[in-house]
C-alpha cells in the first residue's frame, strides 16, 4: 500500500482553491492523497510548522501573508526546505524565477488538470535535495560529442541509452573525476568517468597536439583535463540551465583500482549516459546530491 502524500493548497479565492483541490483529488485516483488547504500565506505556515508536505501549491498576492513571504518562511525551516513548490498567480515575473529557483510557475488563467498532472510529477521526484539532475546529462553529452567529432582517430561514436545506477552497483569506468558546479543558489553534482584506454588514446591524439607539455600527463592528472574540457565546451547550454555561469566549486579524482575508494563512491546512486568510441569509453552520470537545499537570493 503506498503511503499518504500530503499537498498544501494556498489561495485566497475559495472558488480556485476548491477547483485545484477537486483536480488534484481526481486525477490522483491511483495515489494515496491528502489535500490540506489554507486560505492565505500566515495560515500555511502554521500548517507547515507542524507538518512536512510532499508538495506546496500557492498563489502570490493573498491578504495578511503572501506567497512570497511563504517560500520564504518554508526555506528557513528544516522541515518543508526542500518540498516542490508550485506557484499558481497572476503576477510571476523574471525577478521571482531568479530569485526562487527551483519554483514551478504556472500563471493564471491556468488548465487544473495539467496544474495537476504537474503537482503529481513533482511529488514523484520528492524532496529538492534528492533529487539527480539527470537535465544536465544532454548539456555533457553533447559537449563530450562535439569534443570527439574533432577527432577522427578515436572511431565512431556510439551513444548508449541513459542507465540508472543504484547505491552499491560498481561505477563504471577505470577512473573517475567527480566535479560540483554552483552558483551560491543551484548546486548540482556529476561525474566523468573514463576507460583508461579512451585517456590514453586522448593524450597521444588530443592533448599532445595541443601542448607539447602535457605529454607527460599521468593518467590522473590526463582525466582531470579531460573533465575541464567537457565542462568548458558545455559553457553555453550551462549557462541556460542555471542562469548564470556556474562555477566549479570541486573537483576530485578516483581511481577505481583503490578498492576502499571504488566502495565509496559505489554508495552515491545516479544516472549515466555512455559515450562508446572504438578507443574506449566515457561515462557521464548525475548524482544525487549530497546534501542540498533551495536558495533565495
Not at 22 to 41: C, F, H, Q, Y
Not at 102 to 119: E, H, N, T, W
Not at 171 to 199: E, H, K, N, W, Y
Request: charged share 25%; net charge negative; aromatic share 6%.
Amino acid at each position: 500500500m503506498n503511503a499518504t502524500k500530503f499537498v498544501l493548497v494556498v489561495e485566497d479565492d475559495d472558488d480556485i482553491r476548491e477547483m485545484i483541490v477537486s483536480s488534484l483529488k481526481a486525477e490522483s485516483a491511483d495515489l494515496a492523497l491528502t489535500v490540506v488547504e489554507a486560505r492565505d500565506g500566515r495560515e500555511a505556515i502554521q500548517l507547515a510548522g507542524r507538518q512536512e508536505f510532499h508538495c506546496v501549491v500557492t498563489d502570490l498576492n493573498m491578504p495578511r501573508t503572501s506567497g512570497q513571504e511563504l517560500i520564504r518562511v518554508l526555506l528557513g525551516e528544516s522541515l518543508n526546505a526542500n518540498t516542490p513548490t508550485v506557484v499558481v498567480s497572476a503576477g510571476i515575473d523574471e525577478a521571482f524565477l531568479s530569485d526562487f529557483q527551483g519554483v514551478r510557475a504556472v500563471p493564471k488563467p491556468f488548465d487544473p488538470v495539467a496544474l495537476s498532472q504537474m503537482v503529481l510529477r513533482e511529488i514523484k521526484l520528492g524532496r529538492m535535495d534528492e533529487r539527480i539532475p539527470i537535465h544536465m546529462l544532454n548539456p555533457f553529452a553533447e559537449s563530450m560529442r562535439a569534443v570527439l567529432c574533432q577527432e577522427s582517430r578515436l572511431g565512431a561514436i556510439n551513444v548508449v541509452p541513459p542507465s540508472v545506477r543504484k547505491s552499491g552497483d560498481k561505477f563504471p569506468g577505470d577512473i573517475v573525476v567527480g566535479v560540483t558546479l554552483t552558483t551560491g543558489m543551484m548546486q548540482t553534482r556529476m561525474c566523468f568517468a573514463f576507460d583508461r584506454s579512451f585517456l590514453l588514446q586522448m593524450k597521444s591524439v588530443y592533448f599532445a597536439s595541443r601542448r607539447d607539455q602535457w605529454g607527460a600527463m599521468n593518467i590522473e592528472i590526463l582525466a582531470r583535463a579531460c573533465a575541464g574540457l567537457i565542462i568548458e565546451n558545455a559553457g553555453p547550454a550551462l549557462i541556460s540551465v542555471f542562469g548564470q555561469p556556474p562555477r566549479l566549486a570541486e573537483m576530485t579524482v578516483t581511481d577505481l583500482s583503490d578498492p576502499v575508494r571504488s566502495y565509496e563512491i559505489s554508495r552515491i546512486p545516479g544516472v549515466s549516459v555512455a559515450l562508446s568510441t572504438d578507443q574506449g569509453r566515457v561515462f557521464i552520470s548525475a548524482l544525487a546530491p549530497a546534501r542540498a537545499k533551495r536558495g533565495v537570493a
